[in-house]
């Protein structure tokens, strides 16, 4: 005989818990589960959901901290990837992807509006800081600040002058959300890249 089973139709025993006196009503249902429901009662399933997204975000936080204590060895597995015959392969359809999207999308940003742009974020003594950290660049990175998978147009309005680690870092994510949580949060830089954008 099942050991899950009862001798009450209208009663489960839960897979996880093993109670006995648990109402069907008490369990989800399932078309996959042998009787139509799921293996665990209601309370169980929410626990193993809740310990499941418990274990990716730590699973996250390890991965991101691995990542920064072996920066250069993650670069150099990256390198490695990427000469691969699949990592090229994945390389070649993220750039067919945002070629697809960038051609339906306004793009008529002038050399000229470039110039202006990273003028604008330049101090006094003429010297380019990042719009975001407001570290000094040599080579400001083009930065979607909407970004291009989400809609975000090549345009004076949504392109800005930012340094490498800060545009891998941000992503496709949403600027204030993803600015406000960085150690070099400053509300003086968010008010100055919102005031150039504005114009």
């Known amino acids: 005989m099942n050991k899950y089973k009862t001798k009450d139709p209208y009663y489960k025993i839960c897979h996880r818990c093993l109670e006995e006196t648990i109402k069907i ?72 992807r945002r070629r697809d999207i960038s051609k339906t999308l306004k793009s008529d940003l002038t050399i000229e509006q470039w110039e202006s742009c990273k003028q604008y974020f330049k101090d006094k003594e003429n010297v380019l800081h990042c719009a975001y950290c407001d570290k000094i660049i040599l080579r400001a990175e083009k930065e979607h600040f909407i970004a291009l998978s989400k809609g975000g147009e090549f ?39 919102f005031k150039y954008l504005k114009q």
């Open 25 to 96: 009503d008490n369990f989800n249902k399932d078309k996959n589960g042998a009787d139509g429901y799921q293996r665990y009662c209601k309370k169980c399933w929410k626990n193993i959901r809740m310990e499941k997204t418990k274990g990716r975000e730590a699973a996250n936080i390890y991965a991101k901290n691995f990542r920064k204590k072996h920066k250069n060895y993650v670069n150099i597995l990256s390198r490695e990837y990427r000469q691969t015959d699949k990592g090229k392969l994945s390389d070649a359809r993220h750039l067919s």
């Open 155 to 193: 345009t004076k309005n949504n392109i800005l002058p930012i340094c490498k680690s800060c545009n891998s870092s941000k992503g496709n994510r949403e600027f204030l959300i993803w600015y406000k949580k960085q150690p070099f949060y400053s509300k003086q830089r968010e008010n100055k890249v």
